[in-house]
C-alpha cells in the first residue's frame, strides 16, 4: 500500500486533512466549510460528558452500524456489557437495510 493510500484511511486522516485544510484528494477544503466544522466542534469540546463507557458505547453503535449486522452489533454490546441497541437506534441504523 503506497504512503498516500495509506494517509487516506481512518478517522485520523479525516481529523488530520480537516487540520490541513485539505480534502483527502489533496483539494481546499472551502473555508465557510471549514469555519462551519470548527464552529461546530467546538461546541462539542465544550459539552459535559456523562463518561468514557457510554461514549464508547455511542461510538460502537454508529461505526458498527455501517459494518455488522444488527444482530450481531446486538450480541457483542451484550457480550462487553454494554447495554443493547435501543429501538431508536435500530429504527435510524438498521430501519432501511
Known sequence: MSAENKSSLGAD????????????????IPAAKLELYNE???????????????????????????????EELNQKLLAADFAPLK????????GGK
Open 13 to 28: 486522516a479525516v481529523d488530520a486533512a480537516i487540520a490541513q485544510g485539505l480534502d483527502l484528494d489533496g483539494t481546499p
Open 87 to 94: 429501538d431508536k437506534e435500530i429504527a435510524f441504523y438498521y
Open 40 to 70: 461546530v466542534m467546538g461546541f462539542e469540546a465544550g459539552r459535559q460528558r456523562s463518561g468514557v463507557s457510554n461514549t464508547m458505547r455511542s461510538r460502537i453503535v454508529r461505526i458498527g452500524a455501517k459494518h455488522l449486522p444488527q
